[in-house]
């Protein structure tokens, strides 16, 4: 069975400053990773997916992550924190999605509320 | 243009009623999925469908739990004889293709129990 860890329950960042958002995962074959950002009453919103390739990948709103297999990790970065980051952070984790005509069905963390400060 | 729309957006049962929660998934959406999110927690798989058909319901926690899609655009979740530990958050989400990774989250529909 596959699982996601998000070790900090809270992040604070200046504004300005850069922001990581840390997520490691355990499968047992390829992951295909996810971030979803949740603000207060509104429904998840994606920002950005690893499914193959470059272990770089960029998303919705200047935010970033970096796929690490030996570390099992799959970080959130973005270069310059705005106080509207602010919200909640799941990381999500799917195991061969479309297997057998299923769906993408996702494993999220416990999530990670973001507070960005002036 | 619409998202996906889910309502009633709070719902208080008292035990032992049956509750249903709608959704409305943006048009034309293939697939559908259900989550269950508890206080301080992250969403839970509860099942999907694919048009109108039910290809898993492997998350649903008991047969109290049942869910349809009958026309394969409007879903309903229903919860018979509701206990406590059902009070959460109910997430539905939707996808454009049955191979779509990027899924489009409602709002929620928020359960109490009492």
């Known amino acids: 069975a596959q699982s996601v860890a998000q070790p900090e329950d809270q992040v604070n960042v200046a504004e300005g400053n850069p922001l990581t958002v840390k997520c490691t995962y355990s499968?047992?074959?390829?992951?295909?990773l996810f971030w979803y950002v949740q603000y207060p009453n509104r429904g998840l919103q994606f920002l950005l997916k690893?499914?193959?390739?470059?272990?770089l990948v960029k998303g919705s709103y200047g935010f970033e992550a970096e796929f690490n297999k030996s570390q099992t990790s799959f970080h959130l970065k973005k270069p310059s924190a705005l106080v509207s980051d602010s919200a909640l952070y799941f990381c999500?984790?799917?195991?061969?999605?479309?297997?057998?005509?299923?769906?993408?069905?996702?494993?999220f963390g416990t999530g990670t509320q973001l507070k960005v400060e002036l | 243009g619409a998202g996906v729309s889910q309502s009633p957006r709070y719902k208080v049962a008292k035990r032992g009623q049956d509750v249903a929660l709608r959704c409305d998934p943006i048009?034309?959406?293939?697939?559908l999925f259900w989550y269950q999110q508890a206080l301080g927690q992250g969403p839970e798989f509860l099942t999907y469908?694919?048009?109108?058909?039910?290809?898993?319901k492997s998350g649903l926690p008991s047969d109290r739990f049942f869910a349809e899609r009958p026309e394969g655009s409007v879903s309903t979740l229903k919860i018979q004889r509701t206990q406590q530990e059902d009070s959460a958050v109910y997430l539905c989400?939707?996808?454009?293709?049955?191979?779509?990774?990027?899924?489009?989250f409602g709002p929620g529909t928020r359960l109490t129990v009492t």
């Open positions: 999500a984790v799917s195991l061969y999605p479309f297997l057998t005509g299923g769906g993408n069905k996702l494993t």
């Open positions: 690893y499914i193959t390739g470059d272990n």
């Open positions: 048009s034309g959406h293939v697939s």
């Open positions: 989400a939707s996808s454009l293709k049955k191979t779509t990774y990027e899924q489009y």
């Open positions: 469908f694919q048009n109108e058909a039910q290809l898993d």
């Open positions: 499968v047992s074959g390829n992951p295909y």
